[in-house]
């Protein structure tokens, strides 16, 4: 409640005014009153005004008439006494003062780093006590006026920051008016390099360069900086040093780190060209050597840009030339340093060009480290050059020759012609459907004439002979005699291509480091002047292990000798098998190491594939055939065709897989599955293969694996996880035998399994000691084995050596059981008896088995002499007892042998033999005593399946 008392100033003490509850300017409280004087003890003059107030509310009294009886002068502002008077609430009051505002930050970025002078403006800044920016105090604050402050930007992180001005009045809310921006990265420069002279125009890319002020190359200023946009700045090199420079990007923001993106080259240089004698048209293929040649963009001679330019490496390119005129030519390389001094290293010459053939082995394939026989890359020369032989005049003769790393192994078809040929421009199919190959057989090949015409003679045209057969002429060379080449001149290609060559891979070996032995090939070529050939050494094979081999069984390996297996195959091929236990597995060493004979269509696994043309060169057929053409034509000026010759490059058999078995025991037949078989990783048989699907089929073949394509039909089958398995008996001799099976369906584009089950099958004969006990063993390998190991006319593409490791298949175990009885006797009046059970017949199914038991004494006889010798019984049947006592001897033959005493031990050829013995007097008159005998082996599992109360004895 506000009272106001100024400037009162009565005239006498007897004149009152407000008085009672005046606070000077607060808020009464509630339940207050206010109090008129008496007035000079006069109620008219001035009542008495009482009212009650409100807490926190602000009251004004206000005068609205007076009267001034005692005519005291009024100050200014003065309330006195009177009537009228009245009170009433004041109005609400005004607003507080405004907390100050922020519109604008300029700059309105900076660098993470802080130290960015900026300029806020807004309102209400009069008095500010600090200014924040991303919550971090900047510094050098400075208020210009109400709405403008100077500040430093304090360091932050990258990203929009809140600027708040905080006054007496409180803080502008939150904003994002100021951002701190990441300092520029540089992530390219284009061009990457350039010469020690500098003056390149490159263009720099990266973020944040919006601003730069600068730019560095190997920490030397760039000149004609601009700036593209946030992500562009082009700007030309200085001069530099050879090697790696760092390209720094200096914006508002910072500089971009380190890095080694530009790369000052030293310019190029020439040393040598060849040939480098060349036609005045050109097209003639050179190889420029000298250094600094990594990145050419350019090759010039005398002036003309050269064609089909390849940078071998730092000192070599190969290039087309151009055509010039007559003399001397400079040959100039470009790169991104620059460009060579000149020089006079190529002569444009009217005169004829040499005829010149560069060499290529196309993709060496991968061959088996097993074989003695693999087919290799083909070896291609592409041939430029020469003047076309004359209309009318003797095309040039040339001898080609190849060698070798290791052994040629290509079949002889009439020693010493070999399968491997020579084409020339890439003859294909026959002449019978349309093709155009054509057979030289003449030795020093087929003469033939010019045509006078650019690219010479057409080979591929008329009946010119164009296909030429080999000769061996070493272990490891072939060579092509006389074979009439006629320069193409230089607007043409003669192509040259060797085919059909086989290596024995296996006699180099397999790497031992991480580069796989290669298989390589030289080339020469001679004719009455000489050819030079580029690059004459070629790597046409890569060998690699083409195969493991691992055997799975699906329940045990270990068979009992006096339980039959498979009983009525034993003796009888047609006899039906009930298990199957083992599975051999074949794995392709790499893809493609599984081969069909040849690319014909797949049909009836029991049928031999149709010997299909496999006649067009440059063809991977992924099959153990190579080129081949059943259709054989002879070309003109040639001979009769060498014998054989239709059969060239004919592999004799698909890729053969065998499984040879040493060491089966006496009275076991086993027999090989005629398909394949799929099992499980468990292991378990999961499918059984059929003609119609089979990868592979069992043939029959001689002890090496070789031979034509013969199915072997299957005599019966295994019943095994509910399939059928047709399965026909494998050979066995002195307990050694194979099984062969040919593929017949291959995917060269994946690493193939092929399973194959073999059954084991004989009748239990204790007593014959059959079947044998022992373990057998299989070994896997590739076929047909050989041991030739060089060119021969043997009919046996592809061969291979035997590497196989062998491996336990299975065991024959002996059933047994050893009895002990500690003591027998025959003397002093007594007699002692035995009583072996066969318990093997039971309720539980136990197999029942049979066989003899053979006892042996340990003691004495009557009067010190020795014992009896062992004795063998007959064989004691399953469910019956052999008894006997010693002095009469008993049943299944056991003889008498009166007057022993000692320890008798039998060994019964059956597991569940339990013997009994008793001792009396002779006639059992007055006493009798009876023990079973000790079992001396190891306990067999329970044969009831149950639990039960075990009682010792």
Known sequence: MILHTTSMNPASVDQNWLAGNDDGGGQAPAGSTVTMGTCGGSAGLCPKLTQSLTAGTLYV???????????VPLPANGYVYGPGLSLSACPPPGPPPAPPTVSTVNPASGAPIGGTTVTITGTAFTGATGVTIGGNAATAVTVVNDTTITATTPAGSTGTASVLVTTPNGTNAANTLFTYLAAPTVTGISPHAGPLSGGQVVTITGTGLTGATAVTIGGTA?????????????????????????????????????????????????????PSVGPLVGGQVVTITGTGLTGATAVSIGGNAATNVTVVDATTITATTPPGPAGLASVVVTTLGGSNAANALYTYSSAPLALTCSSNAGVPPIVRAEGIAELVGDLILNCKGGTPTAAGQPVPQVNFQIFLNTNVTSRLLSDPWSEALLMVDEPSGSVANGGNLRYCTTLGGCPMTGVGTPGGVNYLTGTTANVFQGRQSGANSLVWLGVPIDPPGPDATRIIRITNVRANANQLGVSSTLIPTQIVMFVSATSTTSIPINQPQQTVAFIQPGMTFSTRTLTSSNYLQCVSNNSSAASNSAGGMTSTRHILRFTEGFASAFKKRVNGAEGSADTNQAAVAQNTPNNNFFTESGFYNPFPVAGSNSGALTSGIENAGLASQGTRLMARFTNVPAGVALYASVYGVTSSSTPALTAAATSANSGVRLVSTDGNGSGAFSAVSATNSSSESALTIPSAPIALSNGSGAAVWEVVVANPFQVQDFEVAVSVAYAANTSSNLPGLGTASVAGSFAPLSTVTTASTSNLQPRFADSSTARTLFTINDCSTNLL?????????????IAIANSSTDPFGTTSQAGPCKLNYYGESTGGGAAPAAQTSAVVPAGKTLMATLSTGGNYGIAATPGFQGYMIAQCRFQYAHGLAFISDVGANRVAEAYTALILDGALGSRTLVNSEVLGH
Do not use: H, K, R
Request: aromatic fraction near 8%.
């Open 61 to 71: 009294i206000t005068i609205s008439t007076y009267s001034n009886s005692a005519s």
């Open 821 to 833: 009885f500690p003591f027998l006797t025959n003397q002093a009046g007594f007699d002692s008896g």
């Open 222 to 274: 760039a000149t004609n900086v601009t700036v593209v946009n946030s992500t562009t700045v082009t700007a030309t090199v200085p001069a530099g040093s050879a090697g790696t420079a760092s390209v720094l990007v200096t914006t508002p923001n910072g500089t971009n780190a380190a890095n080694t993106l530009y790369t000052y080259l030293a310019a190029p240089t020439v040393t040598g060209i060849s």
